[in-house]
């Protein structure tokens, strides 16, 4: 081989290695937060075909793409599980929203749950946050688009060579200094949609498990219970306060001072002069009702710029409330069930809804 060919080589060879070592997934390194670019495909990426029926023009599809997925993502790492963020833009104009994550190149795609972890009514966008088996995995999302009257179809991945440290504008749940959260040892929260807002309540001992080892996340908030949390949240001293007046409220119970606080501070009323009612379940609309009138007697200014929520299932009596909870930053379609307000809220649902309103107002 002449001295040129051999220079020639060299340099290939230098440059394979160099386009290798830039293409090393960023997440196998270390834990941390970053954000990255992400990729669209309108066509199936093994098939090349299109899963929605729909037009089987890859420009066309691939502009549609564009338009409902944000340009970045976010990647969490912690103790090798990996978690994506997923910013979908026409927001209020989608709905019934299923996500699929493929289990291997070129293999099955399984349906995964999702948490959404922010509303912008700013800018119509919803980020939605999912556990996924690699940083780079083809992930598949499904959704009924209301302006095209139709279920639509689309495939997109992150493009990991792109990751940069930090969580730009997303909301972050995993920090990056590798610190361990404390475990609350419940055994039924591990892979909730609330877990992180559990973790939060209970940290804040706002709410106990119902039990040392359970947490019962799905159970119905009763009205009992949805003021003792509001009243250990305000921080008030409500021994001097009494809940005689309701003759179904025995003085001994937890929740006995916490319903004559709430009571008083017109949080919440009675089902009748004497009666509270304090084992029946809140719906979803009630706890948005009763959490306006706290964050009003707290004295909060209220933010405006959260999501509209659906009025289509409210109450006439509650549709104020509800409204200035969703642009309030309190209620997603994720605590309240889809917008089905008039079901019971949940424990997980009521500390999904706590954590709203602290991380949003501080308390």
Request: proline share 2%; glycine share 10%.
């Amino acid at each position: 081989m002449s001295k040129t060919g051999f220079k020639k080589g060299i340099s290939i060879v230098m440059a394979i290695i160099v386009c290798a070592c830039m293409q090393v997934n960023v997440f196998a390194l270390s834990d941390g937060v970053y954000t990255a670019d992400t990729l669209t495909y309108y066509l199936n990426p093994d098939t090349g075909k299109t899963d929605d029926g729909g037009t089987g023009n890859a420009e066309i599809g691939e502009g549609m793409c564009r338009s409902a997925v944000y340009e970045k993502a976010l990647i969490e790492q912690q103790d090798g599980k990996i978690w994506i963020s997923l910013r979908m833009l026409l927001y209020n104009h989608i709905s019934n929203i299923r996500i699929y994550t493929q289990n291997s190149p070129k293999g099955d795609y399984t349906e995964v749950k999702y948490s959404v972890m922010a509303e912008n009514a700013a800018n119509g966008s919803g980020d939605m946050r999912f556990q996924a088996p690699s940083a780079d995995c083809y992930v598949k999302t499904q959704m009924y688009v209301a302006p095209m009257g139709r279920d639509v179809c689309f495939f997109w991945k992150v493009d990991s060579s792109t990751a940069q440290s930090g969580n730009a504008d997303f909301v972050q749940t995993i920090k990056t200094d590798n610190s361990k959260k404390k475990d609350m040892g419940f055994t039924d929260v591990s892979s909730h949609w609330a877990k992180t807002d559990i973790e939060g309540v209970v940290a804040k001992k706002l709410f106990s498990g119902t039990s040392d080892t359970t947490f019962s996340p799905d159970i119905a908030m009763t009205r009992g219970m949805f003021v003792t949390v509001l009243g250990r949240l305000s921080g008030d001293d409500v021994s001097g306060y009494s809940s005689s007046k309701f003759k179904d409220v025995g003085a001994s119970q937890y929740y006995a001072k916490y319903i004559g606080w709430a009571n008083a501070k017109g949080i919440v009323s009675g089902v009748s002069e004497t009666a509270f009612y304090p084992d029946a379940s809140v719906t979803c609309e009630q706890a948005a009702a009763i959490m306006v009138k706290y964050m009003a007697m707290k004295g909060y200014a209220f933010k405006t710029d959260g999501t509209t929520p659906k009025l289509e299932t409210v109450s006439t009596w509650a549709r104020g409330s509800v409204e200035k909870a969703g642009k309030a930053g309190l209620i997603t379609s994720q605590n309240t069930n889809g917008y089905q307000f008039k079901s019971s809220a949940t424990r997980a649902d009521v500390a999904s809804i706590i954590m709203n309103l602290v991380n949003g107002y501080g308390n």
